[in-house]
């Protein structure tokens, strides 16, 4: 005789799921979320939930469509030198007149020296951190910064598909006046208007 509250059948996947229904994942009456998000090594957001930020190393066996992926012109290589651009505040002035702030995990920074592009990220709001990288003699970072460059800043805006060149005012946080990239550098990048 089975008692209130229990299921009349011995062929359960899992004995202790109270339900009998497992979830994708092997949640016992889960939603699938505890295994979905972005498989794609290519991504920005690879083997991390939706919504969080990379670093990311979960077990990813369901992708849910929420890959982010850097934009065409904002394709670089890691080095092994690294400074790095603290963005307080970003805006987008309009054409027609009026300015747009940047949209969440759409709109992204890239970082240029000449025509080269040393480092991106996505806009994640104020105090947005973007790592730029130097030449470290290797073949991968050719043409990459060196002490003394003052790399250029664009945005792409990722509702209309447009880079956007910007205007911007630097500061050190390493100490003293801003004298341009140089490794390990901190900056503070106080407005930027593209």
Same mark, same amino acid.
């Given at each position: ?12 996947? #899992? ?7 497992? #979830? ?7 939603? #699938? ?6 498989? *794609? *090594?290519?991504?920005?957001?690879? #083997? ?14 369901? *992708? ?7 934009? *065409? ?122």
């Amino acid at each position: 005789e089975v008692p209130d509250g229990w299921i009349a059948n011995n062929d359960d996947v #899992d004995d202790n799921c109270f339900s009998n229904i497992i #979830d994708e994942c092997g949640v016992c009456n889960g939603d #699938d979320s505890s295994c979905t998000g972005c498989m *794609d *090594d290519e991504a920005f957001n690879s #083997d991390c939930y939706n919504g969080e930020i990379p670093p990311c190393n979960n077990d990813i066996t369901i *992708d849910d469509g929420t890959c982010i992926y850097y934009p *065409d012109e904002f394709q670089f290589n890691q080095s092994q030198m690294q400074a790095f651009y603290i963005v307080e505040s970003a805006e987008i002035q309009q054409i027609e007149g009026g300015i747009d702030a940047l949209e969440l995990f759409t709109d992204w920074i890239g970082v240029f020296k000449n025509s080269v592009c040393v480092g991106a990220y996505p806009w994640l709001g104020n105090g947005t951190t973007i790592p730029t990288m130097g030449d470290d003699g290797t073949s991968l970072t050719e043409n990459y910064l060196l002490t003394g460059d003052y790399p250029t800043f664009h945005i792409y805006d990722g509702s209309k598909g447009e880079y956007i060149n910007t205007e911007i005012i630097v500061t050190s946080i390493t100490g003293g006046e801003y004298t341009g990239w140089t490794n390990f550098g901190f900056y503070l990048i106080e407005e930027m208007l593209g």
